[in-house]
């Protein structure tokens, strides 16, 4: 059977099981969308490209299955390097398709080239420049295979004009064979024998779990080994939901705006258990400061993260749920031998430090509405399954802070690289995967004004994604820096709360929207918006501009050096 390039293209996504891909044709991607129309494949048309990068990593998030974007070249190209890096550093399963000029003209400075291979070769697992049609069904499948296996992250595929023209033999390759890309996924027996030894010896241990739990879908294995060893967890940024927030063991997130229980915890264990975690800067602040008196066991399926930050003292290279499988039965045989561990005395100083320091804030009655107010109650009344997104800022730190998170896989943000802008997308695509869930999106008003354009995207595509923008009217985590650390000299991040209206800009992308004043009206207005299912709903709600993101570690300060909330000595807090 004689296909074209393009035609094998989507054919080869076909039988890779993709149900819907994100993005935006243009010149050089042309030939390719021709055969999209005859395809069982949904497109979603975005507004703009880094639009269908952070769709495509929503939903990969909510998901577990890689998020699929396509664009043309040049500037379409360059528009998803962000959403590339940004699932790069997240370790997010994603296949992008790029187009680009004729492969005979590559190197002329073409209308609408680029590099597009050097420009995402350093924030891709791997890219692919496909120079001749007859590679496109095994270079699909490699591409899959990579993007998915080990530890996952995004992939590139670019082809030019002229091979999505040129014909080929159709076939389907029977699998993919890549010398020097054989991910390790089960741990070293002896390393996992050692690791429960210490595991049974420790009276402080603290398992600190990251998003390499969620990506090794170990979720259930964690809670297994939780219960068998009686250690307590913290989930980073990255974790959310890993673990259950209800769990008695649950400590919540560590780090630089962790709550202080999680941060101490981990500075006065004598043994971190690393499950899926890298060591973050965020997490382990001034790193010769960090968990001073700790053993670490590290687990982690890329061997790049053993030492890199943190020298451990048993590595165990494999994938998390296998290792955790493999931990339960080797610390079985242990407590048989040894007996079960007494934890209650370092038990017994949590719950203290968990009664000494709780997250805190004042809500006054008719006072100015705090963000955190919104966060719980915007928890209280949805589902317990919701999803919730988040862009990057202070409302990211509170939505983790202040959301209860009960499931895995309902929590989703840009931990690593950052992104502002990230939340409205991200849910789009998480609310396209999951659309039997209710999707929440927490922005706040700098982030949503940088894509909230898809949200034309959702009403043209009935995704009925509900946004809640905490608008405090600033850039707010850099104007709480300068603040504390810039004699309050505030340069530059005033946005002003009425520049745009955001009830008629929601109103002019086809949106319902809403605007909140007053913590009275905080709960009748989020039940108004769960009630509408037909089309997206945005709520300006009108926080409190004073309002700063405690604790707080100033980078590159220890984690003993946390900094508490300055009015927790007022009565009346909560």
Known sequence: MKLTGAQALIKSLELEGVEVMFGLPGGAILPVYDPLIDSSI??????????????????????????VAMVTSGPAATNIVTPLADAYMDSVPMVVVTGQVPYSVIGTDAFQECDTVGITMPVTKHNWLITDARDIPQIVREAFHVATTGRPGPVLVDIPKDIANQTMEWYWPDGVDLPGYKPTVKGHPKQIKDAAR???????????????????????????????????????????????DEHELCLGMPGMHGNYTAITSMQKTDLLIALGSRFDDRVTGKVG???????????????????????????IVGDCRNVIEELVKAVRAEQSKHGKPELGEWIGQIRQWQVDFPLHYDQEEGGALKPQFVIEKLRELTPDDTILASGVGQHQMWASQYWKFHHPYTWINSGGLGTMGYAVPAAIGAKVGRPDRMVWAVDGDGCFQMTAQELVTATAERIPVKIAILNNAYLGMVRQWQELFYEERYSEVYLSPDLPDYVKWAEAMGCVGMRVDSPDDVGPTIEKANEINDRPVVIDFRTDYREKVYPMVAAGSSNDDVILDPSMDRPGGR
């Open 42 to 67: 949904r497109h979603i048309l975005v507004r703009h490209e880094q639009g269908a990068g952070h769709m495509a990593s929503g939903y990969a998030h909510a998901t577990g299955r890689p998020g």
């Open 198 to 244: 210490l595991i049974n010896e420790a009276r402080r241990p603290v398992i600190y779990a990251g998003g390499g739990i969620l990506k090794a879908r170990a979720a259930e294995a964690l809670r297994a080994f939780v219960e068998l060893t009686g250690i307590p967890v913290v989930t980073t940024l990255m974790a959310r939901g890993a673990f259950p």
């Open 289 to 315: 400061a960090f968990a001073p008196d700790a053993k670490v066991i590290h687990v982690d399926i890329d061997p790049a993260e053993q030492g890199k930050v943190r020298r451990p003292d048993v590595p």
